[in-house]
């Protein structure tokens, strides 16, 4: 049996660039795959949520109902969640069209601006939610880790203190905001 740590990473409604970041840990990647094991993320072709998941990063805001399903189950499989980057943790870009109405963002981004065929999907594209909201404010986090994207420096002290069993402040090494 593995004593490794089992990671997810999630991404919802955001622009990956803290994915981007995780990767930009370059050889420290490496040295973390010693003591992980990723049984799920958007760089590998999972279909479901695989079950006691022990550390889960999920990265942007909840702003549809797809959105919503993924943050339930990967809080339900995992013993500790991570709102990764401001996305997550404040709702950051996504939540720019919580002034407005669902119906008038869909109007907008379907019909005023398009070129061709205007109308608004109703399959394919996940229904949204009436606002985007940051993840705690759906489910129970463990630790926030704000920045737009976080530096991988921080996000590897996140990830090699979570791992070595102690709960991280980044406020101690890093500016945010």
Known sequence: MSNKIRLATVWLDGCSGCHMSFLDMDERLL?????????????????????????TLIEGAVSSE?????????RKNSKLVMAFGDCAVTGNVPSMRNMFDVDEVYNRAYVETADTQKQVPRSV????LARARPV????????????????????????????AGRMPDPMKIGKFG
Not at 31 to 55: C, F, G, T, Y
Not at 66 to 74: I, P, Q, R, V, Y
Not at 125 to 128: C, G, H, I
């Open 66 to 74: 797809e959105d919503l399903h993924k943050a339930l189950a990967f």
């Open 31 to 55: 040295e973390l795959a010693d003591k992980i094991e990723l049984v799920s993320s958007p760089i590998m072709d999972a279909k479901d949520v695989p079950p006691n998941i022990d550390l």
């Open 136 to 163: 705690h404010e759906v489910i129970h986090v463990d630790v926030h880790l704000p920045g737009c994207p976080p530096n991988a420096d921080i996000i590897f002290y996140v990830l090699s203190e979570l791992i």
């Open 125 to 128: 594209v996940p229904a949204l």
